[in-house]
């Protein structure tokens, strides 16, 4: 019982301390985040500190940088964690969990799949028995500079683990700008990047994470085909290049899609297999679902449609959001399951694995519209000019 009121008097006093502020120093010691004096109080606080569940594993070479927000979880007889941030010059705090002090470690230059037995390595002599684990809560957001052939954007803020190939679903490229290849720019050192032959190698995943203040180049190429799948994808490809790698570069972000088969507009249409080699300029579709009615061309948003029994041409192209500006209306070319083609009308009835491409047409309503205004007012001028003369 004595030692039950001793026990009590102890926490109670420590309970009545002020926390003095985390004092971190680039090279040394710093202080103990808690109170000055380990005690019981602290040891029940540190087990206290509790995470929360949205942790992230950042993939494997991911590095640190500054602003992250990260938690260092530490193992061992007394196990504790908490939270922190990377700062400017790329260091973290480490606490000991039985003394006064800690100390900090730059981690903004090493790779996460070696950061465990690094950190591990270094602070050996100081946590004999405990085991450091660092967590990504979230990253920071930064800049990084679009230069090149783009349109109309200089940087954009991004967070550190976005690759490059996902940074471009939000760059205008221009139409003679490549898909493939990009110069990289960061502190002192550049270098080139080919997605494709990331993608040829099965590597398209391991194309670079973005850094802060990092530049993009985006180089010039002209060697492009057109893929409708949600939408028209441009991507690069070149004279004799396989089908089905044309196609996985238009959906390396979504790999779900498994096309039955590939149809081949070039002069004509023509049905082909994976195999198949393309030409600088075709445009592939796919024949996603064979239980599906695909609708493309130059509709709002060319998809794969489920197959409704008796539904004619026209459902369909409205549920594909209708209509662009210059597509022809009410005239359809009809891709069979086995490659026929055929021109066909609002009424006609699609069967299961058919495509409906909707055709452009030579001149749009404001085409016409522009040039017959044009036209009226050159004619206007000419008159009004011949009576000014005629007066005379």
Same mark, same amino acid.
């Given at each position: 019982?004595?030692?039950?009121?001793?026990?009590?008097?102890?926490?109670? %006093?420590?309970?009545?301390?002020?926390?003095?502020?985390?004092?971190?120093? +680039?090279?040394?010691?710093?202080?103990?985040?808690?109170?000055?004096?380990?005690?019981?109080?602290?040891?029940?606080?540190?087990?206290?500190?509790?995470?929360?569940?949205?942790?992230?594993?950042?993939?494997?070479?991911?590095?640190?940088?500054?602003?992250?927000?990260?938690?260092?979880?530490?193992?061992?007889?007394?196990?504790?964690?908490?939270?922190?941030?990377?700062?400017?010059?790329?260091?973290?705090?480490?606490?000991?969990?039985?003394?006064?002090?800690?100390?900090?470690?730059?981690?903004?230059?090493?790779?996460?799949?070696?950061?465990?037995?690094?950190?591990?390595?270094?602070?050996?002599?100081?946590?004999?028995?405990?085991?450091?684990?660092?967590?990504?809560?979230?990253?920071?957001?930064?800049?990084?500079?679009?230069?090149?052939?783009?349109?109309?954007?200089?940087?954009?803020?991004?967070?550190?683990?976005?690759?490059?190939?996902?940074?471009?679903?939000?760059?205008?490229?221009?139409?003679?700008?490549?898909?493939? +290849?990009?110069?990289?720019?960061?502190?002192?050192?550049?270098?080139?990047?080919?997605? +494709?032959?990331?993608?040829?190698?099965?590597?398209?995943?391991?194309?670079?994470?973005?850094?802060?203040?990092?530049?993009?180049?985006?180089?010039?190429?002209?060697?492009?085909?057109?893929?409708?799948?949600?939408?028209?994808?441009?991507?690069?490809?070149?004279? *004799?290049?396989?089908?089905?790698?044309?196609?996985?570069?238009?959906?390396? !972000?979504?790999?779900?899609?498994?096309?039955?088969?590939?149809?081949? %507009?070039?002069?004509?249409?023509?049905?082909?297999?994976?195999?198949?080699?393309?030409?600088?300029?075709?445009?592939?579709?796919?024949?996603?679902?064979?239980?599906?009615?695909?609708?493309?061309?130059?509709?709002?948003?060319?998809?794969?449609?489920?197959?409704?029994?008796?539904?004619?041409?026209?459902?369909?192209?409205?549920?594909?959001?209708?209509? %662009?500006?210059?597509?022809?209306?009410?005239?359809?070319?009809?891709?069979?399951?086995?490659?026929?083609?055929? +021109?066909?009308?609002?009424?006609?009835?699609?069967?299961? *694995?058919?495509?409906?491409?909707?055709?452009?047409? !030579?001149?749009?309503?404001?085409?016409?519209?522009?040039?017959?205004?044009?036209?009226?007012?050159?004619?206007?001028? !000419?008159?009004?000019?011949?009576? !000014?003369?005629?007066?005379?």
């Amino acid at each position: 019982m004595i030692w039950f009121f001793i026990v009590q008097f102890t926490v109670g %006093k420590e309970e009545r301390r002020e926390i003095p502020k985390i004092e971190v120093k +680039k090279e040394g010691k710093i202080r103990y985040p808690f109170s000055a004096v380990p005690t019981i109080y602290d040891t029940l606080r540190v087990r206290s500190i509790i995470t929360e569940k949205t942790l992230i594993v950042p993939p494997k070479d991911y590095t640190f940088s500054a602003g992250d927000v990260v938690i260092v979880r530490i193992s061992g007889d007394v196990p504790y964690e908490y939270e922190t941030i990377v700062d400017y010059d790329g260091y973290i705090p480490i606490y000991f969990p039985t003394g006064k002090t800690g100390r900090s470690i730059k981690i903004s230059d090493i790779r996460y799949d070696s950061l465990k037995s690094y950190l591990n390595r270094k602070f050996s002599k100081y946590l004999r028995g405990y085991r450091i684990h660092v967590f990504l809560k979230s990253p920071a957001v930064f800049p990084v500079v679009i230069e090149g052939e783009v349109s109309n954007i200089t940087s954009i803020y991004v967070d550190g683990l976005m690759r490059l190939h996902d940074v471009l679903k939000y760059v205008p490229l221009k139409p003679n700008a490549s898909r493939d +290849k990009f110069l990289i720019i960061y502190e002192d050192t550049s270098f080139y990047i080919d997605l +494709k032959n990331m993608y040829s190698s099965g590597d398209i995943y391991e194309s670079p994470l973005l850094k802060p203040n990092m530049r993009i180049e985006v180089l010039r190429d002209s060697s492009f085909c057109v893929v409708f799948v949600k939408g028209a994808e441009v991507v690069n490809c070149d004279e *004799g290049e396989s089908v089905l790698s044309v196609f996985r570069k238009a959906t390396f !972000l979504d790999l779900s899609y498994k096309p039955k088969g590939f149809v081949i %507009k070039r002069n004509g249409f023509k049905k082909v297999d994976g195999d198949y080699t393309v030409k600088v300029g075709d445009t592939i579709l796919p024949i996603v679902h064979s239980d599906s009615v695909y609708v493309s061309g130059y509709v709002n948003y060319p998809q794969p449609l489920p197959f409704v029994p008796m539904a004619p041409a026209a459902y369909y192209v409205s549920q594909a959001g209708g209509f %662009k500006d210059n597509a022809v209306i009410g005239r359809y070319t009809l891709i069979t399951r086995e490659g026929k083609r055929f +021109k066909i009308d609002d009424s006609y009835i699609p069967m299961p *694995g058919d495509i409906i491409y909707v055709d452009r047409t !030579l001149f749009t309503v404001k085409d016409l519209i522009f040039y017959a205004t044009s036209f009226v007012g050159v004619l206007a001028t !000419l008159v009004n000019t011949y009576l !000014l003369i005629s007066r005379r």
